[in-house]
């Protein structure tokens, strides 16, 4: 075990051996072992977003098997994905890449601007399957945020008396805040803070602008001077909002983008001191050879031997 590593698993220091194993397990997997830096496949995107809109594009991906087989030919930290998408494959690829189940999903079809997503695995499922970790959204600004809390709340202290690492998807929604306001840096802080206290071992949000909402926030910000100009320096702030950078915060890669904006957009994660990307649409929504090369180039930018 690498000394960054050791680093790492210092800050959890509340955790049984079996969560901090498990978390080791994610950092020294797959083409970043050791480094302290993750890239996680996560397919959650047909339960969010329906299947065409998820795999039309790469019609192979319409198979689970196909997504397990990426994430471990690419070198992948960790795959996450809903409890069907992982029963599907566990037994084939047993071992062979560090799972991640996905506890709770929102689906399109019944939409609305304060969003309440379902339950739909266990921390026993979790378990049944072999994985190291379980996931859970929670929206910061949903008028249903407190239940949210709570059902996390619950399953965390579950998962973490299982010997499982809990990773918290925190995506800032709801009526009372502007579209615009859903990525500001003051609320993407906010929403890290938010996991960080929820007892998160891995938080994910997704990458911050400049925009501030809050006029109380953007007073502080505005009189304290809090570097916010780049995007390194916004992720920079948000790794800091995070327990001063003692817990590990990825960023979410979004819909389909142009590479060139991708692999920026991963060197100022790096230079903001972020730990890794969490990239799912931008990698399976390609064909298979192609996105092998561009999670490659993504990870050759966290390690450092691209520049």
Known sequence: MSNRIRDILSWYGSDNAGTRTNIARMLDHGTLAGTGKLVILPVDQGFEHGPARS?????????????YQLAIDAGCNAYAAPLGFLEAGAADFAGQVPLILKLNNHDVLHDDKDPLPSVTGSVRDALRLGCVAIGFTIYPGSAHCNAMYEQLRAIAEEAKASGLAVVVWSYPRGAALSKEGETGIDVVAYAAQIAAQMGAHIIKVKLPTAYLEQAAAKKVYEATQVPIKTLAERVRHVVQSSFDGRRIVIFSGGAKSEDKNVFEEARAIRDGGGFGSIIGRNS????????IKFLKTVMGIYSGEMP
């Open 55 to 67: 795999f039309a594009p790469n019609p192979p991906g319409y198979d689970p098997r196909y997504h």
């Open 284 to 291: 399976f929504q390609r064909p298979k050879a192609e996105a």
